[in-house]
């Protein structure tokens, strides 16, 4: 149990377009779900903390008009990188919260597979 | 503001050994809690172990084990019979009031056969 999806897992795109990025979970209903960026090498940074329902609270210095949170249903959480540019290249990784049914003890984060963007 | 420190970058230990990861941080807060993950190449980050702040006992799960001292606020990662399988990146984190987690820079741990 406790599964989060992400998809796609890997996506190419050219300069100047916008891209959505699923995050889902399969077993469990999230109301908050959490999206990182990693950079090669580096730690996973908080972007944003979407909760089910109400607007996405953002972390200093993150874009909320070029990255997009949208957390329409207790399962599915996604972010738009919208007009993409080459240094938004990166591993996405989102990560979610179960609240209602109680498999988020110690408050735990159950990870997806990440998504990995490259911006041409 | 609050902070997680892993000092090592990178660790190298030698199959069947143990091996030791430091981690600590900087709360001001008493209720939280701790976590490591290990990110494989696959880069799916994997929950390792989780300790609960107030709780005094130290956390074991089969070949890991972390040494809390809450007071020093360290919370360092022990893997013993070290396996080829643990190679990878081992992040220190720990959330606050059930939202805010936050990670360490991360170590990365070599096996060698």
């Known amino acids: 149990g406790a599964v989060v999806s992400q998809h796609p897992s890997w996506v190419i795109c050219k300069s100047g377009t916008s891209v959505k990025i699923e995050c889902r979970s399969l077993?469990?209903?999230?109301?908050?779900m959490f999206w990182y960026r990693q950079f090669p090498k580096q730690s996973l940074m908080l972007m944003a903390t979407?909760?089910?329902?109400?607007?996405?609270?953002?972390e200093q210095g993150v874009e909320k008009d070029k990255f997009l949170i949208n957390h329409a249903s207790l399962t599915l959480s996604t972010l738009t990188v919208t007009s993409a540019h080459p240094e938004d290249s990166s591993f996405y990784i989102c990560?979610?919260?179960?609240?209602?049914?109680?498999?988020?003890?110690?408050?735990?984060?159950?990870f997806g597979p990440g998504t990995r963007l490259t911006v041409l | 503001a609050q902070t997680v420190t892993q000092s090592q970058p990178e660790m190298s230990v030698q199959e069947a050994e143990t091996v030791t990861l430091s981690c600590t941080y900087d709360?001001?807060?008493?209720?939280?809690?701790l976590f490591w993950y290990k990110q494989p190449p696959s880069r799916q980050m994997i929950l390792v172990i989780r300790?609960?702040?107030?709780?005094?006992q130290n956390a074991t799960e089969n070949r890991f084990s972390v040494n809390f001292q809450k007071a020093a606020k360290s919370f360092s990662l022990k893997i013993s019979d070290s396996q080829l399988g643990d190679a990878a990146m081992y992040f220190c984190?720990?959330?606050?009031?059930?939202?805010?987690?936050?990670f360490g820079a991360g170590t990365r741990l070599t096996v060698k056969p």
């Open positions: 990560s979610a919260r179960d609240t209602i049914s109680g498999k988020s003890s110690y408050n735990e984060q159950f």
């Open positions: 077993d469990f209903q999230a109301t908050t």
């Open positions: 984190a720990y959330i606050i009031g059930g939202n805010d987690m936050r």
């Open positions: 300790q609960e702040a107030y709780k005094q």
């Open positions: 709360t001001s807060e008493s209720d939280y809690y």
């Open positions: 979407s909760n089910e329902g109400s607007k996405a609270t953002y």
